[in-house]
């Protein structure tokens, strides 16, 4: 039998406290950096939510 506990699983899902306004802005400036021009403000959350999706991916926790 499993012995974790409720408190003990991540819902890996979810993001942790590295997932910042800091975090979407220096992402944000790296685009603008490299010549990509931000649009309007519906877009803009569309890309937050999918820079989520990134650092589950990246971190190998994306739903499969």
């Known amino acids: 039998m499993d012995s974790t506990t409720d408190e003990t699983v991540l819902d890996e899902t979810v993001?942790?406290?590295?997932f910042t306004?800091?975090?979407?802005?220096?992402v944000f400036d790296v685009l603008t950096?490299?010549?990509y021009r931000r649009h309007s403000d519906r877009a803009t959350g569309a890309a937050v939510g999918v820079l989520g999706d990134l650092c589950r991916?990246?971190?190998g926790k994306?739903?499969?």
């Open 15 to 18: 993001l942790d406290d590295r």
């Open 21 to 26: 306004w800091g975090l979407i802005v220096d």
């Open 33 to 35: 950096a490299h010549g």
């Open 57 to 59: 991916v990246y971190e």
């Open 62 to 64: 994306a739903h499969r």
